[in-house]
């Protein structure tokens, strides 16, 4: 059962093969075993999850289902669940109890699905390797020595382990995309503005986006159907007609142009990395595609864009983490100023407090042309050069990341090299783009992602190339050992 | 001895009218229980966001047209970063590189009657933003309470050039000011409430001298009458301290009216750093010329047009026409008054409103929107005194009676009371022999030269009739009768 595609669930649920109480319980009792190493979860809540199945058999038997109704998902602990505690993997939050729902939560919860539980992330989805978390880091699936993954890791583990069928994550720099890629699986970073933030706390409003991340591009398509949708809570919600992202899966490949950007292919990237990504662009060739290089010539300037914009807008973000309403407060201070001083330095982990750092200062007066306005201007040039490129092709092709899941410990005391790490996911943030990342290869046993990039509001063909390349392959298959 | 000049600037902070905040659903009513109109967006809970209020934009662009500002096709929500309990998210959503309306103005008058004289006052801009909650310091024992009721309530901020030279002129600009926003209804300007506070930024110099002096800004003026003696007392402060040879210091200053000074709150070096930049939750706001033009035909008439039509229709002195125009409620009331009485009466109409109504109110306290004599009554019973059914005597006592409730209209006391002015010739004459044969002293005094006498028999005529006849008549028949007798 573990094993099955979430529309394969659906029927198996439909056709009475099992309940969601059933498989509910069945993934409660393999979280009860295997997370306690993994760590894939900070909350999980049986009483509740179960509660949520029940009712989902009851619409069940009602026949008032959708292709969720029942299923169970891991949320990450940065969308706000009514009843939930929801720290977003820091010790500011580690008492927050939401008293209301995120958009996508009452979505995915409108749609019938259980939830699981609250996945492990990075601090505020800062980190490219989930070492950041409060909670503790998350160990890889594949090699349990080894890093999940940043921000979404959580969410990757949970999956890769089947400790959850499919999940929810979010995508700042990456963050669904990389974890994706060290664990094997799929994930889709959508448009900015296609899924709602409305409840998904902030790191950096202009570059944060929701998505899927399940072991096929038809599951996130399923996924997304129903996270996806204009909210008039979240006013860079963008309000057009809802997509139907399954309705392209099936599409034929033959005359897909793939553009390669030769940013991608130089210096930089793993070579055993690198050969699976030049084998799985063979593998499209076979499948009628063809082949074009296209040159992102700004690349090389997003990680010092990111670095600036994102830090930014998370020093204001994070401002409201004050002691005073909800949170962690310090036990002891002498007056405000204190309270404020010491409640944020004992509430916050080192890499939260490095970016609030980074971006009071790039705002500061004085530096705020210098830094801040000059990110924005090479945000444009990054966005230019993606729209240049699509002018030759229909989706772009490349790493997702330079190398495979590196061993816990080994970045995390540098972080300039923990940033780099992000060099070829950063840039559809700052564009806005959709990008997906889907599993291509093992190099030394350890899953390699292949990055597909679509214009604007090409999540249908996205997943559709990504779904022809899945049944030509069967990398998304594979699965990590010693999980029974 | 130097003479100094005074400049000072204004920057007002006018709570909209709208019914929900600025970005988000909760109420703006005020007086409610401590932090029951406070949702999760106004706690700033995680992962919330803002979304804008269009009646509270609605409210700017009418204010941008009232001041012939310009309404700003496109204009940014910036955020404003500092720490305080009250301010929920650590930062305050308002506009700063590109505010709502640009530009402006406004026009004080000052001194009164003739020697009343006009001066435009240049506004720099007005935007958008949202009030913090407040910290309420009393009754917790050493801590502070934090009611964010207040939090996200919408707020137009008003600012000028630095064009007022004395405190009568800013005191002017607040009062034309205050009365504006009433009048195009985006405030209620309830300044003991909060709605409508005011900052006075307040330099000297030189008399001649080209530069501006170093400002301090006052916050925080409630009321017109501490503005005036706040920016009185910070002016010979700060003349003062020039003269003793200190320099004055950039400030942010309170005035405490108890003492009637001024303090310093906090000085240039200790002040905050905002980090503006433009919030990423919001996209710019986008008020296209439709918008524009529809709020525009749904504007009511403005003071200064209605005081030059006032004028030019109805022959009302600038004065009288000032008066009428003070708020939107008395010159609504005087216009439906006229549209009673006729437009011949207009200026009789000016007169009851101004003279008998005020008085009348003003002994009750009470306002003219809650006038128990309505303008359609007023204008009913102004009608009958020009067309001369009753006195303007008589009137009185009607006005007395509609006030009282006695009746629906003046026509009905007159009727019922018999107030109907005796106009008729022969009745009068009739009257007046009676009266000169009761009164033949008087009607010797005056044969003997006394005018007075006149006066008197006039008197005993009026008397005669309980005032209903026309005083007019009564006088030329009087005259007549006399002359012949």
Redesign the interface.
Known sequence: MIERSLKSLAAALAGKEISSVELTQTYLDRIARLNPDINAYITVAPEKSLAQAKAADARIAAGQTTALTGIPLAQKDI??AQGWR?T?GSKM?DN?V???D?TVIERLNTAGAVILGKTNMDEFAMGSSNETSYFGAVKNPWDRDRVSGGSSGGSAAAVAARLAPAATATDTGGSIRQPAALCGLTGLKPTYGVVS??????Y???LDQGGPMARSAEDCALLLDAMAGFD?????SLERPADDYLRDLERPLAGLRIGLPKEFFGEGCDAAVMASIEAAIAEYRKLGAETVEVSLPNMKLSVPAYYVIAP??A??N???Y?G???GYRAPEYAD?NDM?AKTRAQGFGDEVKRRILIG?YV???GY?DAY?LQAQRIRRLIADDFRTAFKQCDVIMGPTSPTTAFKLGEKIDDPVQMYLFDIFTLGVNLAGLPGMSVPCGLVDGLPVGLQLIGDYFSEARLLNVAHRYQQATDWHLRRPAGLD | MKQWEVVIGIETHAQLQTRSKIFSGSSTAFGAEPNVQANAVDLALPGVLPVLNRGAVECAIRFGLAVEGEVAPKSVFARKNYFYPDLPKGYQISQYELPVVVGGKLTITLGEGDAAVEKTINLTRAHLEEDAGKSLHEDFHGKSGIDLNRAGTPLLEIVTEPDMRSSAEAVAYARALHALVRWIGICDGNMQEGSFRCDANVSVRPVGQQEFGTRREIKNLNSFRFMQQAIDYEVSWQINEIEEGRAIQQATVLFDPDTGETRSMRTKEDAHDYRYFPDPDLLPLMIDRDWVARTRADMPELPTAKKQRFVADFGLSAYDATTLTASLDIAGYYEAAVAVAGKGAAKPCANWVMVDLAARLNKDGLDIASSPVSAAQLGGLVARIADNTISNNIAKKVFEALWAGEGQSADEIIEKQGLKQITDTGAIEKLIDEVLAANAAMVAEFKAGKEKAFNALVGQAMKATKGKANPQQVNELLRKKLAGA
């Open positions: 969308f706000c929801t977003c939050l927050f939401s008293p209301y995120a933030r409305y409840g998904m706390i902030a950096a409003s202009s008039p809570r979240d006013s860079t930014a807008e020093s204001s994070l401002s409201r004050d005073v309403r909800y405000l404020y009071t705002l500061s007066h705020y801040y």
